[in-house]
């Protein structure tokens, strides 16, 4: 009894079809986990521009510092058992922060 393929996705680029088609099971299973992760990666990356593009920037904070984006939030880091406020925003790939003051415990 002979088994046949499966069919490939007709929008699939023939030379990935043939590459695959050469590959053995357990570079298939490392492309297919490689593939979803990528996939994964890409739409976050995708929602985060989406994201970025429809947000409105409003005036900027009268304490927000000439080097620290209009698109920053604070956030509020623990060190030491003491509290701080950090300007945080995503710059490519990395995420910045730029410490802000200390957490008054009457806030």
């Known amino acids: 009894m002979s088994y046949e393929p ?9 030379e990935i079809v043939n590459t695959l088609n050469e590959s053995d099971p357990d570079q ?3 492309v297919a986990t490689y ?19 429809q947000e409105e920037v409003e005036d900027r904070p009268d304490d ?5 984006p209009t698109k920053a939030t604070i956030t509020i ?4 058992d003491n509290r701080y406020y950090y300007w945080q925003w995503r710059d ?7 410490y802000k003051g200390p957490v008054t415990p009457d806030e």
């Open 28 to 30: 298939l299973r490392d």
């Open 35 to 53: 593939a979803e992760a990528l996939a994964e990666h890409k739409e976050r990356e995708a929602c985060l521009e989406e994201s970025t593009d």
């Open 64 to 68: 927000l510092p000439d080097d620290v």
């Open 77 to 80: 880091k623990e060190i030491n």
């Open 6 to 14: 499966p069919p490939p996705p007709a929008n699939l680029p023939t």
């Open 92 to 98: 490519g790939e990395k995420i910045r922060s730029q």
